[in-house]
C-alpha cells in the first residue's frame, strides 16, 4: 500500500515538473516598455522619443534621438536583441561659437565683443556685438546655416540728449543779467543748438545764447550806447546784427566830424 501511494506521488510530481518545463518554454519571459528603453538609451545615448509594442511579434518599436539624427529600432521582448535600426532624420554638425566669431570678423570686417548662445524658434543662434568704424552693431548668426540673419545699428540713448526748456533758457539768462526778457529765439551753430535769450533793463541789454542740450552759457552780447568791459565773444556761426548796426552809428559819427573839420578849414581860408 505504502509502495502504491509513493509510486503515485512521483509520478504527480514528474508530471508537475514536466508541465512546467512546457509552460516556461511556450510562456518565455517578456522584458517591460522601460527596460526596452534603458537598452536602447545605455547602447546609442539620447533620449528615447516614442515607444510601441507590436501585437503580432511582441517587439517593442522605439523611436530615439541622438546628437547624429533620430532613428527607429526594433527591440526583442524576449530576447532583449536590438535589430533594425534605421535612420529618420539626420542632423547637420552645428559649428562652434569660436569659428561663429571668426566668421562674423571676417565677413564684416569688425571686432566681435560680447556673445551669447539663444534659441530662436527652437533653432540654435548667436547674438553678437561687434565694433566698426568707431559704431556698434548687434548680430544674430545662425549656427545651422552658417550665415548672418541680422544686423542692426545699436543707437546710444546718450548720443541724443533731450533739450531744456525755453522757461529753462530763460531761468538761466535771468541768472547771468537782471532784467526783463524782451524775446527768444533759437540759432543753430557749429557748437549746436542755442537759445538766443534777449534780456533789457532799460538803460542797457544783452544777448544771453545758452545751450539747448546742456543749459550752459556760452556767451553773453551786450548792445548798448556805451561799451561794456564784460564783452564776451559770442559763438562761431551767430551772426549778431546789433554789433553791425553798432559799427554803422560809429561810421556814420565819424563821417559828421570829419565834415565838421572840413567846415573848419573853410573858415580859417577865408580869413
Known amino acids: 500500500m505504502k509502495l502504491k501511494i509513493c509510486l503515485i506521488a512521483f509520478i504527480i510530481l514528474g508530471l508537475s515538473y514536466s508541465l512546467f518545463l512546457i509552460f516556461i518554454k511556450d510562456n518565455p519571459k517578456t ?14 545615448g539620447g533620449k528615447v522619443i516614442n515607444t510601441k509594442l507590436e501585437k503580432e511579434n511582441s517587439d517593442y518599436q522605439l523611436m530615439f534621438e541622438n546628437k547624429k539624427g533620430v532613428y527607429k529600432v526594433s527591440v526583442d521582448s ?19 561659437i569660436e569659428e561663429a566669431q571668426k566668421n ?51 543707437v546710444s540713448s546718450v548720443s541724443n540728449p533731450s533739450n ?25 551753430t557749429q ?13 542797457e541789454g544783452a544777448h544771453v545764447y545758452v545751450q539747448a542740450n546742456t ?10 550806447e556805451q561799451p561794456q568791459p564784460q564783452t564776451q565773444q559770442q559763438p562761431s556761426n551767430i551772426k549778431n ?10 561810421d556814420d559819427d565819424s563821417m559828421d566830424e570829419a565834415d565838421d573839420h572840413d567846415d573848419d578849414d573853410e573858415v580859417e581860408s577865408s580869413y
Open 164 to 188: 531744456i526748456s525755453e522757461q529753462k533758457a530763460k531761468d538761466i539768462a535771468l541768472q547771468q543779467i537782471k532784467g526783463e526778457i524782451t524775446d527768444l529765439s533759437i540759432v543753430n
Open 241 to 250: 546784427d546789433d554789433a553791425d548796426d553798432e559799427r554803422d552809428e560809429n
Open 31 to 44: 522584458i517591460s516598455q522601460k527596460e526596452a528603453e534603458a537598452i536602447v538609451t545605455n547602447f546609442y
Open 191 to 203: 557748437n549746436g543748438k542755442h537759445y538766443k535769450v534777449t534780456v533789457d533793463d532799460y538803460s
Open 78 to 96: 524576449e530576447t532583449k536583441k536590438i535589430s533594425n535600426i534605421r535612420l529618420i532624420e539626420k542632423k547637420e554638425a552645428l559649428i562652434t
Open 215 to 224: 543749459g550752459n552759457v556760452s556767451s553773453i552780447s551786450w548792445y548798448s
Open 104 to 154: 562674423i570678423e571676417k565677413e564684416l570686417n569688425g571686432q566681435v565683443g560680447q556673445m551669447r548662445e539663444i534659441k530662436k524658434e527652437g533653432q540654435p543662434f548667436v547674438e553678437a556685438t561687434i565694433e566698426k568704424d568707431n559704431k556698434h552693431y548687434r548680430i544674430e548668426y545662425d549656427l545651422k546655416e552658417k550665415t548672418i540673419v541680422s544686423n542692426q545699428e545699436m
